[in-house]
């Protein structure tokens, strides 16, 4: 790839940058993550979930159970939010994503009673200003979550039903389609240009967002995805795809993409052992193919509320080396929470459990690593923005390396996941790589220097 600056997009509303590939994205799942107000913990029965009623519970067997994880509230709120905002600017967070934190009946909130109205169980809109106040007083950006494809049951334009035949993909039984054909979370028509314009009316309502990641967007009529994207420019679009989606640029669709691709290539290559040829020809798919700008917008991350943690499927151990993979290569990182301390789950229900505040609790080793290799990136733009090219890759040490260069310096990376020694050359240096380690050396061209970063 050729290294060309890459274009800002900047919150009209703001006027904060995001700025491809120099962010840090970290995911808040905002019900699990500080309860600051117990005042607006929900009360029991307050309404029901599928005919359950709610609860409010410190007892994480129910907060993480595969069902009752949905209807059981930890408490966590906006205030809760405001108050970490050092622990995650000290950890070198750019950009706060929470999922929704619309007025919901779910503990994921996926599924809006209310565009215009922040869930009273998270706090209020003066308290959500205050929170985007106070990122922005840290120059932090702000991403908010949009689910434009479906809403609750109960949101008043399903629950009239002259309004649901206006607002809703009807099926010829009379009732609405609904997401993935489950039942529930009936599915909005944008293709309906009065739905799309109150769509577009719900993104308007909330200018404090520096960038909407637009939840199971591959759902959504194309066309309407166009005219959300021109509707809100210049503030960037993030589309959830689980797939190979470089469609998105090619029609000036979206900005960028959750990289579920990076996510499956390198779980695929530690937890399956895939070869390092396949992993970094997997990793080359997309880095060829997606333009710069949108690569460097797209999130990349091991892990997330949809999914099991990358270090309870692979370990510790792959952990800290994944991440080294997640820090260095192509596109945005993102950490969802917890990652950085070493929380477990090895389902989404116990990958959604309250972040863990106890100090005592936390893998100091994984957040230590975390921070540095954050700072790293921070410190050293060739690893933002650099271009990528592949080196060596040797199947029997499962050892790879690859290098990003800009007109300023090189770094290479290189990594052993084996269990013998993995040796290569580069111009001009043998590099011998132990079994488990990595290994990051930055020359910086104008400053005849090189930084040994990593040798674990």
Same mark, same amino acid.
């Given at each position: 790839m050729n290294s060309k600056p890459q274009s800002s997009l900047t919150n009209r509303a703001s006027g904060r940058v995001f700025r491809p590939g120099r962010e840090l994205v970290y995911q808040i799942f905002p019900d699990r993550w500080k309860n600051a107000r117990p005042d607006r913990n929900p009360a029991d029965g307050s309404w029901n979930w599928k005919k359950e009623p709610v609860r409010f519970t410190t007892d994480h067997s129910l907060l993480t159970g595969q069902r009752t994880d949905q209807y059981h509230?930890? @408490?966590?709120?906006?205030? @809760?939010? *405001? =108050?970490?905002?050092?622990?995650?600017?000290?950890? @070198?967070?750019?950009?706060?994503?929470?999922?929704?934190?619309?007025?919901? *009946?779910?503990?994921?909130r996926y599924d809006a009673v209310d565009y215009m109205t922040i869930d009273p169980a998270l706090g209020t809109r003066e308290d959500f200003e205050a929170l985007a106040g106070d990122l922005r007083k840290r120059k932090m950006k702000l991403v908010l979550d949009g689910v434009l494809n479906h809403t609750s049951e109960e949101h008043p334009w399903h629950t009239d039903p002259d309004m649901r035949k206006e607002h809703y993909i009807m099926k010829a039984d009379g009732q609405p389609m609904s997401w993935l054909n489950h039942g529930s979370l009936p599915k909005l028509d944008p293709q309906n240009p009065q739905v799309a314009k109150k769509l577009l009316e719900v993104l308007d309502a909330w200018p404090e967002a520096d960038l909407w990641r637009l939840d199971a967007a591959h759902l959504l009529p194309q066309e309407f995805l166009r005219q959300l994207r021109s509707h809100v420019a210049p503030r960037p679009i993030l589309i959830e795809d689980w797939s190979y989606c470089p469609h998105y640029f090619r029609k000036n669709i979206a900005d960028a993409v959750t990289n579920f691709l990076f996510r499956d290539a390198v779980r695929t290559f530690f937890i399956q052992d895939a070869s390092p040829e396949t992993l970094l020809e997997r990793l080359e798919i997309w880095i060829r193919t997606y333009p710069r700008r949108n690569l460097g917008l797209s999130w990349n991350f091991l892990d997330n509320h949809d999914t099991e943690r990358f270090i309870s499927l692979a370990g510790r151990d792959s952990l800290m080396r994944a991440l080294v993979l997640l820090f260095t290569l192509p596109g945005t990182p993102m950490l969802y929470h917890g990652c950085e301390v070493g929380m477990k789950g090895k389902t989404t229900g116990e990958? *959604?459990?309250?972040? =863990?505040?106890? =100090?005592?609790?936390?893998? *100091? @080793?994984?957040?230590?690593?975390?921070?540095?290799?954050?700072k790293l990136r921070r410190e050293h733009p060739v690893l933002a923005t650099g271009g990528?090219?592949?080196l060596f890759a040797d199947n029997r040490s499962r050892a790879f390396a690859f290098e990003r260069t800009d007109r300023a310096s090189r770094a290479v990376i290189a990594l052993n996941d084996g269990y013998l020694p993995g040796c290569f050359h580069d111009q001009g240096t043998d590099w011998t790589l132990d079994p488990g380690s990595w290994r990051i050396e930055i020359t910086e061209k104008h400053h005849p220097v090189t930084v040994l970063v990593f040798s674990a």
């Open positions: 509230f930890f @408490g966590g709120d906006l205030e @809760g939010v *405001r =108050e970490s905002l050092p622990y995650l600017q000290d950890l @070198g967070v750019t950009a706060v994503y929470m999922t929704p934190i619309f007025q919901a *009946r779910s503990t994921h990958s *959604r459990a309250p972040m =863990e505040w106890d =100090e005592s609790k936390w893998d *100091r @080793g994984i957040f230590d690593h975390v921070k540095s290799l954050a990528f090219t592949p």
